[in-house]
Structures are given as structure tokens and as C-alpha cells.
């Protein structure tokens, strides 16, 4: 009996299933994932829902979306904390998955003001 076919299809099960159990807990559709995503989830242990962290609020119909932090890291995480009220570990997930959400369902001005705020500190955000 040949063995490489046996190890093989021992091999396909445990992609099925852990590619099963990756679907469901972290709700990540593999069907359209980039490696630079993949890379992302083993660094950081967070799924790749971009508005998991999000700050939603009802003020508006305008979501806040961090591009990217530039070049002071620190000082864009201090900035995220202080505007939205999260703590240290949600501000680092935030950044470490740029392009992310920030804040949703927030209105004009408060996008405005909180994008100012950030790009202050070298951030690059979108609102949309």
C-alpha cells in the first residue's frame, strides 16, 4: 500500500476542518483571503472583520477608516484611544490591521474632527 496517499488525504481532512473551524470562530471567508492577511492573523491572533473594533454610534450614517498610521505608530494609537475610548489592546489590533474601521453610523462633524485629529499625528483616514 502506497503511504504518500494515505498522508495526503490524513493531510486534506485537517485542512477541511481547520479551515472550518477558522470560517466559524473567526469569521474569515478563506475563499478571498490575501497571504498578507493570513500573515496578519498569525502575528496578531484577530480575526479579520474590519469593523470588529469599530466604535458604532447612531449620530450619523458616516464610518471613519484608518488607512494607514504613518510614521509614528505610538502616537497614532495614544490619539485612537483618546478619541474613541478604547483601551491598549483593541487600539493595537486597530492598528495592526490597517486599512480598518474605526467608528460607524457617526455624523459629519464628528468624522471631520476625529479624522483631523488622527491625520494631526501622521495617520492617513478615509470617511466614506
Avoid: H
Avoid at 477608516?65 to 497614532?76: E, F, H, M, Q, R
Amino acid at each position: 500500500m502506497d503511504t504518500s496517499f494515505l498522508f495526503a488525504a490524513i493531510a486534506v481532512m485537517v485542512i477541511v476542518i481547520a479551515s472550518d473551524y477558522i470560517k466559524r470562530t473567526y469569521k474569515i471567508d478563506l475563499d478571498n483571503i490575501s497571504l498578507s492577511e493570513i500573515e496578519n492573523i498569525a502575528k496578531t491572533g484577530i480575526g479579520l472583520n474590519k469593523d470588529k473594533y469599530a466604535i458604532k454610534k447612531s449620530t450619523g450614517k458616516r464610518k471613519l477608516i484608518l488607512l494607514n498610521y504613518g510614521d509614528n505608530k505610538a502616537t497614532v494609537m495614544a490619539t485612537l484611544r483618546q478619541i474613541t475610548g478604547i483601551d491598549y489592546n483593541e487600539a493595537k489590533a486597530i492598528i495592526d490591521s490597517v486599512p480598518t474601521t474605526v467608528m460607524t453610523n457617526i455624523s459629519d462633524r464628528e468624522a471631520i474632527l476625529n479624522k483631523k485629529a488622527l491625520e494631526f499625528v501622521g495617520a492617513n483616514c478615509e470617511i466614506r
